[in-house]
Structures are given as C-alpha cells and as structure tokens.
Nanobody, 124 residues
Framework: QVQLEESGGGLVQVGGSLRLSCGVS????????IGWFRQAPGKEREFVAG????????RYADPVKGRFTISRNNPNNTVYLQMNSLKPEDTAVYYC?????????????????WGQGTQVTVSS
C-alpha cells in the first residue's frame, strides 16, 4: 500500500506563487513516477506535471509550461510543484498520484494511488 499526502495549497492573488508538496510513504518500488493533476469545478481532472523518481524526466501540460516547476527530494520522498505567475484559471483542487514505472504518464487512469488533494484558489 502507498500513501500520498498533499500540502501547501491556499488562497493567492493573481500573479502570486505557491509551492505544493507531495509526501510519499508506504511500500514503493525504486522506479516510480509522481504526477500532479488538478480538477476545477465542473471539469475533468487534468494532468499538470510529472516527474520520474530515478531519471531526469519531467513533463508539463501546455497551460503551465514556463510557470510551474516540478522537482523531487528523494531522501525525503517528497515531490514539489512550484507554481508562479498564478492565474484565476489555475484555481482547482490539486492532487498528486503515483504510477509504477519510469515513464512520465499523463493519463489519470495510469496512476495507481492518489492523495486527498489540496485546494488552490487564485483571486483576481
């Protein structure tokens, strides 16, 4: 069993920044990928960014490229999502999820375990 816990969400003004954290615990293999997804009210859950635990492989959704940065701290089993230049359309519940393997995947069905989510609200 694997557990993931997000933190760092909150209320921020347009143009501001937030850093989300995803703590990973439990029985994990050496090779896994952490993905960040988000879900706004009335919309589908969408891929935001992903990172491989072992390889220097990252992927970003087009709407966040150049503004969001995903990184990892392997000794602490934590993945971060630095979000800069936030926009109202970034408002959503942000989830982290784990997929076993080495390739960063972008489809939610390919991820096995999920956190509970953290709310990010960007006010204009």
């Amino acid at each position: 069993q694997v557990q993931l816990e997000e933190s760092g969400g909150g209320l921020v003004q347009v143009g501001g920044s937030l850093r989300l954290s995803c703590g990973v615990s439990g029985r994990t293999p050496n090779n896994y990928v952490i993905g960040w997804f988000r879900q706004a009210p009335g919309k589908e859950r969408e891929f935001v960014a992903g990172i491989s635990r072992i390889y220097s492989d990252t992927r970003y959704a087009d709407p966040v490229k150049g503004r969001f940065t995903i990184s990892r701290n392997n000794p602490n089993n934590t993945v971060y999502l630095q979000m800069n230049s936030l926009k109202p359309e970034d408002t959503a519940v942000y989830y982290c999820a784990i997929a076993f393997g080495i390739v960063v995947l972008t489809t939610r069905d390919q991820y096995q375990y999920w956190g509970q989510g953290t709310q990010v609200t960007v006010s204009s």
